[in-house]
């Protein structure tokens, strides 16, 4: 009984913290909930990312979620630590360098581009 209990507890707390129902899919996860939301710069695109890759690249890029800050982009070899888009990996991807991104859409507007740019220079 005390094990049927605690097995109760445990997984309806647990419960609350998932927005979303993987099985169903009724959304999507939001990377922008678990992000510093004192670097403006980094706000800006986490949107972009919610808004652009999230929906194709959940599963295969979840490690995202674990950036919360921009030099856990960096650690990861994302991003360059010195501010250099052309040596940033995360950038140079989405400026079509072997492929296209978003993949079957249009191209990420040029003002998106820039404030990864912005961002990824104040870094």
């Given at each position: 009984m005390k094990l049927s209990l605690a097995f109760l507890?445990?997984?309806?707390?647990?419960?609350?913290?998932?927005?979303?129902?993987?099985?169903?899919?009724?959304?999507k996860p939001s990377l922008?909930?678990?992000?510093?939301?004192g670097?403006?710069?980094?706000?800006?695109?986490?949107?972009?990312?919610?808004n652009r890759c999230i929906d194709c690249h959940t599963g295969y890029h979840d490690e995202?979620?674990?950036?919360?800050?921009?030099a856990a982009w960096v650690s990861a070899g994302l991003v360059?630590?010195?501010?250099d888009t052309n040596l940033s990996q995360f950038?140079?991807?989405?400026?079509?360098?072997?492929g296209s991104m978003p993949k079957n859409d249009a191209q990420i507007p040029d003002d998106e581009f820039e404030l990864i740019k912005k961002?990824?220079?104040?870094?």
């Open positions: 507890i445990i997984f309806l707390g647990s419960c609350r913290l998932q927005t979303w129902n993987s099985n169903s899919g009724d959304a922008c909930t678990v992000i510093d939301r670097d403006q710069n980094l706000v800006d695109v986490c949107e972009i990312i919610q995202w979620f674990a950036y919360t800050d921009s360059d630590s010195n501010g950038y140079t991807y989405l400026k079509n360098v072997g961002w990824i220079q104040g870094i």
